[in-house]
């Protein structure tokens, strides 16, 4: 069964597995951390990323149904780590690469963690995250009870709430919804049958397809049931008229 690879590694995660970083603040004193006017709001704007075991999950299991196998290696060129992220398939390689420098946090790892994201993203691994500047992520910090000022880890329900929303818009345009589809139609035996309506079950949950595509979905399956059952019934007959 031949599954298309650029369009897996470019499918969405689940959002409750995107994590958020605060990127700019405004009213805030950076040297004392603590705002500027005390009587003006704090407002942050939310950077979105995923952990770098979220990328080697995404290329093991695509890999995986692609009969494909990847690798990396990392090398230092001007101070700066660079990834060289190769995938091997029958007869051919793809070999792509990025860097990062340093990160503030545990500087090696992270610059590993980092380089290797951004070799993923040139596979279409994330790159959809990038869209998040085309949308509101501005939330405001608010004061605890004990004056203290919320932090990143521990932003307003609200705030979480309004970031989940954002995270499914920006998941909307890489959903694989239509790829399965094709897939489902395009299967020849009940074994391909089942094994895509497994797999694509699985995408549709953690995409978080609307109740219209789900619908259509399940129309399609049943389609191609009616289908094997009619090959079925017409293979009895004719082993009958023999």
Known sequence: MIYNLETLLKAPFPVDSLSWRIGNKTNWDRVNNKPKDPNKPVKAQMLVYIDSRDVQDRLDEV???????????????????????????????????????????E????????????AAVLFGVGRYLYNAKNFNTWIKYEKKENGEMETDFDMPKKAKEELADVARQLGESVKTYHYWLNMIDMVKTEEEFEAVRQIAGKYAKREEWSAGNIETFKKHIEDKKKEFEKEKEDEIQADGNE
């Open 63 to 105: 890999c995986d149904l692609c009969a494909w196998t990847w690798e990396n290696d990392f090398k230092e060129v001007s101070g700066r780590l660079v990834c060289n992220l190769t995938l091997r398939g029958l007869n051919l390689k793809i070999t792509r690469s990025d860097g990062a420098g340093d990160t503030d946090f």
């Open 107 to 118: 500087a090696e790892k992270g610059g590993l963690s980092d380089a290797l994201k951004r």
